[in-house]
């Protein structure tokens, strides 16, 4: 394909079954340029072709008829003998119809002395007919055409991890425009374009919800289980069902933008960079297949010389050529990694290539930021202590006067009094002053108010701040609060404190991650030391730093990577970013939201949840397990069949058995990554 006029460069994606050309052609010179592989391809904008049944494919064809020939030939040489001309033919075009793809792929390496599966096999065949093994070479020849059938279905069913990805959101959308509406196709739809979803349907792309409010079940983009309620202001994705309500959504991104999008590029990538064990194994095979060349025409040509029979050893040679094949060797490891990636994908979790996957299988020690990781990053009341009248009256009160604040105290307690259904909207406030760093004071009802941090209270009232006041402001704060005063000029009517709320799956997240065998959780934030070892203590983390600036946290996660080596950093991928990039692996919360998140983050969990932590640590690890026990097994397999030649009872029936039943294994075994769930 580089060669043809136009074509600047071209990359092939195996995990994703993918070729990238830069420059301008055609699918048709792209086809005729791939026609020695059989290639079929569609633009990447085109509708799916539908899949041909396995069982009906041209190449699984060619197999029954190659084995039926097979059947019919050594049934005539029973009849006839194995010498009679009646079954070498019926041999002859068995090996033809099932291996003329081989052949061709073999001979064409041959003359570019590049020694592969094909090639090594061309080799065997042909030998084993020169001297008169006619069964033998049909047999190795059906045995192939199987075992490479049944591969490619074992990498057809690793791949549908990205296929059902790509199907997840509809291919067009009702959209109005000028008062009316039209079904159009998403590549036509324009940012701000508004988009009916009705119940039942799924949202073809991302945007804003500006009417209507429904639940939205997000588990394709953020592998949450429990549908979110959207209202007018939240942010929507495309590939997401709409349960009950009808939405009117305005269109925020273009098709190729989408989260959904992002995702499947990002797996697509993931899939094709390639892991460090991958790399050994794609080395190890480049030394080692020449090896075994050599090997095969020592074994073929030596014993004869010394006496020894030339069919026998010619015959002995050619079965080394195929149980040589370092076919399971270089399936090993790309298979378990396009598996385990698209798995991840699938449960809302984006590992963006073999490296990370592999590096999180390993981690030693894990840091994580607090607000908006370990905390759910928004303060809540906790306590309130009414000192005077009626606390549902203060807290109207105090509601009122904070209506107009943007610090985030307000907001907790106007949430707060929302909940109790406390009516303050209506309530007037006259003469409004902020006391800048300390509070805020209004005439309510007219009566002068103020509202702020003990040490304002220190100045007004400094008699009223006694011994057993102090004692429970300091109190609240040592549980990692902060605390605010209502009060007059005469006295103090009403403690509230708030504070960031721990998340519920904090504790349990930290307690699965220690049984994992992480020796370490840290907690690294900017906070005060007091509110960050009631939140360490309450999450159960075993190290607790905190006042760091970003700088601090980017030290302190270096100098964990230099006591450990293999550390994750889990942050929120914005004001984390150095930390998240000074880590071995940094894991960002929350990706769908965030471009920077999918960005900066190695792995990236598309929701809000800490749950996704643990299983990408077990998925990582049951992959860096399966691709050990691949590369063990593919080799344990090669050395004992190769140890057959040494008693002469290597034979090429086994030969195949040893190298096709390895790489299947190899490939069923890693395909068992689907299967691991949260």
Same mark, same amino acid.
């Given at each position: 394909? @580089?060669?043809?006029?136009?074509?600047?460069?071209?990359?092939?994606?195996?995990?994703? %079954?993918?070729?990238?050309?830069?420059?301008?052609?055609?699918?048709?010179?792209?086809?005729?340029?791939?026609?020695?592989?059989?290639?079929?391809?569609?633009?990447?904008?085109?509708?799916?072709?539908?899949? $041909?049944?396995?069982? @009906?494919?041209?190449?699984?064809?060619?197999?029954?008829?190659?084995?039926?020939?097979?059947?019919?030939?050594?049934?005539?040489?029973?009849?006839?003998?194995?010498?009679?001309?009646?079954?070498?033919?019926?041999?002859?075009?068995?090996?033809?119809?099932?291996?003329?793809?081989?052949?061709?792929?073999?001979?064409?390496?041959?003359?570019? /002395?590049?020694?592969?599966?094909?090639?090594?096999?061309?080799?065997?065949?042909?030998?084993?007919?020169?001297?008169?093994?006619?069964?033998?070479?049909?047999?190795?020849?059906?045995? /192939?055409?199987?075992?490479?059938?049944?591969?490619? /279905?074992?990498?057809?069913?690793?791949?549908? *991890?990205?296929?059902?990805?790509?199907?997840? &959101?509809?291919?067009?959308?009702?959209?109005?425009?000028?008062?009316?509406?039209?079904?159009?196709?998403?590549?036509?739809?324009?940012?701000?374009?508004?988009?009916?979803?009705?119940?039942?349907?799924?949202?073809?792309?991302?945007?804003?919800? !500006? @009417?209507?409010?429904?639940?939205?079940?997000?588990? &394709?983009?953020?592998?949450?289980?429990?549908? +979110?309620?959207?209202?007018?202001?939240?942010?929507?994705?495309?590939?997401?069902?709409?349960?009950?309500?009808?939405?009117?959504?305005?269109?925020?991104?273009?098709?190729?933008?989408?989260?959904?999008?992002?995702?499947?590029?990002?797996?697509?990538?993931?899939?094709?960079?390639?892991?460090?064990?991958?790399?050994?194994?794609?080395?190890?095979?480049?030394?080692?297949?020449?090896?075994?060349?050599?090997?095969?025409?020592?074994?073929?040509?030596?014993?004869?010389?010394?006496?020894?029979?030339?069919?026998?050893?010619?015959?002995?040679?050619?079965?080394?050529?195929?149980?040589?094949?370092?076919?399971?060797?270089?399936?090993? #490891?790309?298979?378990?990694?396009?598996?385990?990636?698209?798995?991840?994908?699938?449960?809302?979790?984006?590992?963006?290539?073999?490296?990370?996957?592999?590096?999180?299988?390993?981690?030693?020690?894990?840091?994580?930021?607090?607000?908006?990781?370990?905390?759910?990053?928004?303060?809540?009341?906790?306590?309130?202590?009414?000192?005077?009248?009626?606390?549902?009256?203060?807290?109207?009160?105090?509601?009122?006067?904070?209506?107009?604040?943007?610090?985030?105290?307000?907001?907790?307690?106007?949430?707060?009094?929302?909940?109790? =259904? $406390?009516?303050?909207?209506?309530?007037?406030?006259?003469?409004?002053?902020?006391?800048?760093?300390?509070? !805020?004071? %209004?005439?309510?009802?007219?009566?002068?108010?103020?509202?702020?941090?003990?040490?304002?209270?220190?100045?007004?009232?400094?008699?009223?701040?006694?011994?057993?006041?102090?004692?429970?402001?300091?109190?609240?704060?040592?549980?990692?609060? #902060?605390?605010?005063?209502?009060?007059?000029?005469?006295?103090?009517?009403?403690?509230?404190?708030?504070?960031?709320?721990?998340?519920?799956?904090?504790?349990?997240?930290?307690?699965?991650?220690?049984?994992?065998?992480?020796?370490? #959780?840290?907690?690294?934030?900017?906070?005060?030391?007091?509110?960050?070892?009631?939140?360490?203590?309450?999450?159960?983390?075993?190290?607790?730093?905190?006042?760091?600036?970003?700088? =601090?946290?980017?030290?302190?996660?270096?100098?964990?990577?230099?006591?450990?080596?293999?550390? %994750?950093?889990?942050?929120?991928?914005?004001?984390?970013?150095?930390?998240?990039?000074? *880590?071995?692996?940094?894991?960002?919360?929350?990706?769908?939201?965030?471009?920077? %998140?999918?960005?900066?983050? =190695?792995?990236?969990?598309?929701?809000?949840?800490?749950?996704?932590?643990?299983?990408?640590?077990?998925?990582?690890? @049951?992959?860096?397990?399966?691709?050990?026990?691949?590369? #063990?097994?593919?080799?344990?397999?090669?050395?004992?069949?190769?140890?057959?030649?040494?008693?002469?009872?290597?034979?090429?029936?086994?030969?195949?058995?040893?190298?096709?039943?390895?790489?299947?294994? +190899?490939?069923?075994?890693?395909?068992?990554?689907?299967?691991?769930?949260?």
């Amino acid at each position: 394909m @580089k060669r043809l006029d136009g074509v600047v460069d071209a990359r092939v994606n195996f995990g994703a %079954a993918k070729i990238t050309v830069y420059g301008e052609t055609s699918i048709e010179a792209l086809e005729k340029a791939g026609a020695f592989e059989n290639l079929k391809l569609r633009g990447e904008k085109e509708q799916k072709m539908e899949a $041909i049944p396995f069982w @009906k494919q041209k190449e699984t064809i060619k197999v029954y008829l190659s084995a039926l020939l097979l059947l019919f030939s050594w049934l005539l040489g029973r009849t006839f003998g194995e010498e009679h001309l009646t079954p070498i033919i019926g041999y002859g075009v068995a090996i033809v119809i099932g291996g003329y793809s081989l052949f061709l792929k073999g001979f064409k390496n041959l003359i570019r /002395f590049k020694f592969d599966m094909s090639t090594l096999m061309t080799i065997a065949i042909i030998g084993a007919a020169l001297i008169g093994e006619w069964s033998e070479g049909a047999t190795v020849v059906i045995l /192939f055409a199987i075992s490479e059938a049944l591969e490619r /279905f074992s990498m057809d069913k690793a791949r549908q *991890s990205i296929e059902s990805l790509m199907d997840i &959101a509809p291919k067009e959308a009702l959209v109005v425009r000028n008062g009316q509406e039209f079904t159009i196709p998403v590549e036509a739809i324009e940012i701000d374009d508004i988009m009916i979803v009705k119940p039942g349907q799924k949202l073809a792309m991302d945007g804003v919800v !500006v @009417k209507g409010t429904s639940a939205l079940n997000q588990a &394709a983009i953020t592998g949450e289980s429990v549908p +979110v309620t959207k209202s007018p202001g939240d942010e929507v994705y495309a590939g997401t069902l709409n349960e009950e309500g009808l939405l009117e959504v305005q269109v925020t991104k273009l098709v190729e933008d989408t989260t959904l999008a992002k995702i499947i590029h990002l797996v697509e990538e993931a899939q094709a960079e390639r892991a460090p064990s991958q790399a050994f194994v794609d080395k190890f095979a480049k030394y080692y297949t020449p090896v075994i060349v050599a090997l095969a025409l020592l074994i073929a040509v030596v014993p004869p010389l010394f006496g020894g029979d030339w069919s026998e050893w010619i015959y002995q040679g050619l079965s080394v050529l195929v149980v040589g094949c370092p076919c399971a060797l270089v399936v090993s #490891t790309p298979v378990s990694v396009v598996t385990a990636i698209g798995n991840a994908a699938r449960n809302g979790v984006l590992i963006k290539g073999g490296i990370h996957l592999e590096a999180a299988g390993s981690l030693k020690v894990i840091a994580f930021d607090k607000t908006g990781t370990l905390t759910k990053g928004v303060p809540a009341v906790t306590d309130i202590v009414s000192f005077d009248r009626n606390e549902r009256e203060l807290l109207a009160v105090t509601a009122a006067l904070e209506k107009g604040s943007q610090h985030p105290l307000a907001s907790a307690i106007i949430t707060k009094a929302e909940e109790m =259904d $406390i009516r303050f909207e209506s309530t007037a406030v006259l003469d409004f002053q902020s006391l800048t760093g300390k509070g !805020v004071k %209004a005439n309510v009802n007219g009566e002068i108010y103020y509202a702020g941090s003990p040490n304002l209270f220190q100045e007004l009232l400094p008699q009223k701040m006694d011994g057993e006041l102090r004692e429970r402001i300091e109190s609240l704060q040592r549980e990692g609060k #902060t605390v605010m005063i209502l009060g007059t000029i005469n006295q103090i009517l009403l403690l509230i404190a708030a504070a960031d709320q721990i998340r519920e799956s904090s504790r349990e997240v930290i307690q699965k991650l220690h049984k994992l065998g992480i020796g370490k #959780t840290v907690m690294l934030t900017g906070d005060n030391k007091r509110t960050a070892e009631a939140i360490g203590k309450s999450a159960g983390v075993s190290d607790i730093k905190a006042e760091l600036l970003p700088e =601090d946290k980017l030290n302190a996660v270096k100098e964990l990577r230099r006591l450990h080596h293999s550390v %994750a950093m889990v942050g929120d991928g914005v004001n984390d970013a150095p930390a998240l990039a000074a *880590s071995t692996v940094g894991v960002a919360m929350g990706g769908a939201g965030t471009d920077t %998140a999918l960005e900066t983050a =190695d792995i990236a969990l598309m929701s809000d949840d800490l749950n996704k932590l643990p299983f990408t640590i077990q998925l990582s690890r @049951k992959a860096l397990w399966t691709i050990k026990q691949n590369i #063990t097994f593919s080799l344990v397999v090669k050395a004992i069949a190769l140890l057959l030649v040494i008693p002469g009872w290597l034979t090429l029936w086994i030969a195949i058995f040893a190298d096709m039943g390895a790489t299947l294994l +190899v490939t069923l075994n890693s395909l068992r990554l689907l299967k691991v769930k949260e």
